[in-house]
C-alpha cells in the first residue's frame, strides 16, 4: 500500500486515477507534450541562470576580496566573463518565459489551467515592472512590487506542478513539492533571522563605514557574539536555500519525465497499451 506523504512510494495504480488521466496513460497526448516541452525549457533556463549567477558571485567576491570597497574593479578585471553571463541570464529569462508560455497548453482536466495562467500573468506583469525601473524614474513602490509578483509567480507556478502531479497520480513528486515549500520557508526564516542578529550586532555604523569605503571599527565584544552568530544562521539559510533550489530543478525535470514517459504499470492494470518509454532529455516531436 503507497504512502502519499512518502516521496520514495511507488506511483499510484491507475485505478487511483482520474479517469482523463487514465486515458492518457494509454495515448500520448499532444497538450501535456506541449507542457513537457514548456517544462524541459524551464529546467535549461534556471540552470543557465544559475550558472551564470555564480559565476558572476564568485568573480564579485575574488575582487572584493583583493579591492576591498572597489566594487568596480570585478568589472574592470572581468568584462568579457560578466558581459557573458549577462547574456546568459538574459538568454535564461526569456526561454523561461518561453517555456511557460508552452504550459498553457495544460488539459482543462488537470484542474491546474488557471494556476499556470495565473502565474504566467504575474510573471508578466513583474517583467513589466523591471522594464518600467529600467527604462524610466518609476517610484520604489514598483520595485517591491516586483518582487512580491515574482514570489507570487513561483509559489503559483509550485502549486501548478502539485495539481499536475496529482492529476497524473505521482504522490511522489506531490510530496516532494510540500517539501520544497517547507524548505524554502525555512531558508527564508533563517535569513530574516540571521541579517537580524548580524544588523544588530554589527550596528549601523559598520555599514556606513563600508558604503564609503572607510575601514569599519571593530564593534562591541557582547554584540559581536550576536553578529557571529547571525552570520552563521545566514550562512546555513543560503545552503538551504541553494539546495532547494537544485531540488526545485529535478522536480522539474522528474514532472517532464513523468508526463513523457506515463504510468506502464498503471496503464497495464487499466488495460491500456503504455506510451512508449522515452529519453527524458530529448525534446517530445
Not at 568596480?72 to 553571463?85: D, F, M
Not at 533571522?193 to 548580524?198: E, H, N, Q, T
Not at 513523457?260 to 516531436?285: C, R, V, Y
Amino acid at each position: 500500500m503507497s504512502d502519499p506523504y512518502n516521496p520514495y512510494a511507488a506511483p499510484q495504480p491507475a485505478s487511483d486515477l482520474q479517469p482523463a488521466a487514465a486515458e492518457w496513460l494509454g495515448s500520448p497526448s499532444v497538450s501535456l507534450n506541449r507542457v513537457a516541452t514548456g517544462l524541459g525549457m524551464i529546467f535549461f533556463a534556471l540552470t543557465l541562470i544559475m550558472l551564470a549567477v555564480g559565476v558572476s558571485a564568485t568573480i564579485g567576491a575574488i575582487a572584493g576580496a583583493n579591492h576591498p570597497g572597489n566594487p568596480k574593479q570585478a568589472i574592470q578585471n572581468y568584462p568579457e566573463v560578466l558581459l557573458l553571463c549577462g547574456g546568459a541570464i538574459i538568454i535564461g529569462r526569456l526561454l523561461s518565459v518561453v517555456g511557460h508560455l508552452f504550459c498553457l497548453a495544460t488539459p482543462q482536466e488537470t484542474r491546474a489551467r488557471g494556476l499556470i495562467v495565473a502565474a504566467v500573468t504575474m510573471m508578466s506583469i513583474g517583467i513589466g515592472c523591471e522594464v518600467a525601473l529600467r527604462v524610466g524614474d518609476a517610484p520604489p513602490s514598483i520595485q517591491a512590487l516586483q518582487w512580491l509578483l515574482v514570489v507570487g509567480s513561483s509559489i503559483t507556478f509550485l502549486l501548478y506542478l502539485r495539481q499536475l502531479s496529482i492529476f497524473i497520480a505521482r504522490q511522489d513528486l506531490s510530496a516532494t513539492v510540500r517539501s520544497i515549500f517547507i524548505w524554502f520557508a525555512v531558508a527564508l526564516a533563517g535569513a530574516i533571522v540571521g541579517a537580524i542578529l548580524i544588523v544588530y550586532g554589527l550596528g549601523p555604523a559598520f555599514f556606513d563605514a563600508i558604503a564609503h569605503g572607510r575601514r569599519p571599527a571593530n564593534p562591541p565584544a557582547d554584540t559581536a557574539m550576536l553578529a557571529l552568530v547571525g552570520m552563521l544562521i545566514f550562512a546555513a539559510a543560503a545552503i538551504v536555500y541553494l539546495v532547494t533550489i537544485i531540488r526545485y530543478l529535478f522536480l522539474i525535470l522528474r514532472m517532464r519525465t513523468a508526463i513523457l514517459q506515463g504510468n506502464p504499470a498503471g496503464a497495464d492494470q487499466a488495460g491500456l497499451e503504455p506510451i512508449p518509454a522515452s529519453n527524458p532529455f530529448s525534446w517530445p516531436n
